[in-house]
């Protein structure tokens, strides 16, 4: 007998949409535990680059926080429901399953709040950000809207979303008129890099669910095994180009030993065994923190 596919969850229909529960999605869609992976890459790549502690600098780190996160996973889990429904890891800090009554929303809320601050930072900054920021924002919308959807698309589904981390870091470069040194390239190499080995180990765990909701990603196409081994090799190329970045921080080259470590645990992993790699992201999770401590404490070293 073939196994019965699973059937995606129920959404709370009956359950009356109040503005305390409104608020609540709007929180949950945006992945608190997941802001301070944009908003940090602003505001150390101003700092590092000489920037001071002025109003452009609080409005950026506030805007790359909260407005930018919530744009970036909230209109994905408009356009990714019947995939979020089916998925179990959904409903908690990775992710809620979005009440189809709060679709419109969200959509209106990401708007509303990345304008004002945008706007701001395009006023007072250098020209050059204005280009590096429609990037970055674009990125925003064109991995999960419909009709662009670059995240079914291998490959470019790594390199969108690493785009969505690098930029605020692209971002304070460009604000404040700053071409990166040749160790600068490295750390944002390195960085974007990272990145891409981190998107693509995501999506192993989302195999099952993205099959069945008939959604596609680097992972669904090229089978988990193969995506797990694509991830190491993009872990150890982002430790290789960050022993470049200088002097003191070139020590941040380690950091990618935590990763290969967590993420070799897969390397033989099948598609029927895909999610078996939550237990890797989980780990990713709390790895980002630690790991970004201690670069943390070499960039103030450096400074």
């Known amino acids: ?31 608190p535990l997941s802001w301070i992976n944009t908003a940090y890459p602003f505001g150390a790549a101003w700092l590092l680059s000489g920037g001071g502690l002025d109003v452009r600098f609080w409005v950026g780190c506030l805007f790359f926080l909260v407005p930018y996160n919530l744009a970036m996973y909230g209109i994905n889990d408009v356009f990714d429901y019947e995939s979020d429904l089916r998925n179990p890891r959904k409903g908690g800090v990775e992710g809620d399953v979005l009440d189809r009554r709060m679709h419109r929303t969200v959509l209106w809320a990401s708007a509303l709040t990345c304008v004002p601050p945008a706007a701001f930072l395009l006023a007072t900054s250098h020209v050059a ?14 991995y999960s809207a419909r009709g662009l959807r670059f995240k079914e698309v291998p490959v470019l589904d790594a390199v969108t979303s690493s785009t969505h981390f690098s930029s605020p870091a692209w971002c304070a470069l460009a604000a404040l008129g700053i071409w990166p040194s040749a160790a600068g390239w490295c750390a944002l190499a390195a960085f974007f890099v990272w990145g891409m080995a981190s998107q693509a ?24 095994r193969t995506t797990v081994r694509l991830s190491l090799c993009g872990y150890a190329a982002a430790g290789i180009l960050a022993a470049f970045t200088g002097p003191l921080t070139d020590w941040a080259a380690l950091g990618a030993i935590p990763y290969l470590v967590s993420v070799a645990r897969f390397a033989r992993i099948t598609d029927a065994t895909a999610a078996q790699a939550h237990r890797g992201w989980t780990t990713f999770l709390w790895l980002n923190y630690a790991v970004g401590f201690a670069v943390t404490m070499l960039l103030i070293a450096q400074i």
Not at 129 to 142: D, E, H, K, Q, T
């Open 201 to 224: 180990f995501g999506a192993v765990q989302d195999i099952g669910p993205d099959r069945e909701a008939g959604l596609a990603s680097v992972a669904t196409v090229l089978g988990a």
């Open 129 to 142: 950000l204005l280009p590096v920021l429609g990037l970055s924002l674009f990125a925003v919308v064109a």
């Open 1 to 31: 007998m073939p196994a019965q596919e699973p059937r995606p969850r129920e959404t709370p229909r009956s359950a009356p949409l109040t503005v305390r529960r409104a608020l609540r999605h709007l929180l949950m869609a945006s992945r």
